[in-house]
């Protein structure tokens, strides 16, 4: 395995760890008003935007797909909002 694909395979899963954060959020439907809650996954979020960037400037990572991981988080981050937010509302 190259450097490159080791990388990304790090990257790809420290990304997992976060989603699956967000999963268990979504699982039980609570919103992530928790300050503890918040507080972890922006500290996890920002920790993966900066080992992303480090991985870009080495070269080891392509900027499109760091920033397709990213995105993915978004996108799961985005569905967690919106099915807790159709629980209020219920």
Do not use: N, W
């Not at 008003?33 to 918040?38: G, S």
């Amino acid at each position: 395995m190259s450097y490159r694909e080791k990388a990304y395979a790090l990257l790809q899963a420290d990304a997992e760890k976060i989603i699956q954060l967000i999963r268990v959020q979504m699982d039980h439907l609570t919103m992530p008003q928790c300050p503890l809650y918040e507080e972890v996954l922006d500290t996890q979020m920002f920790g993966l935007s900066r080992e992303i960037d480090f991985a870009v400037r080495l070269g080891l990572v392509e900027a499109k797909d760091g920033k397709a991981l990213l995105d993915r988080l978004e996108r799961e981050l985005s569905a967690l909002h919106e099915a807790v937010t159709k629980k209020r509302v219920r």
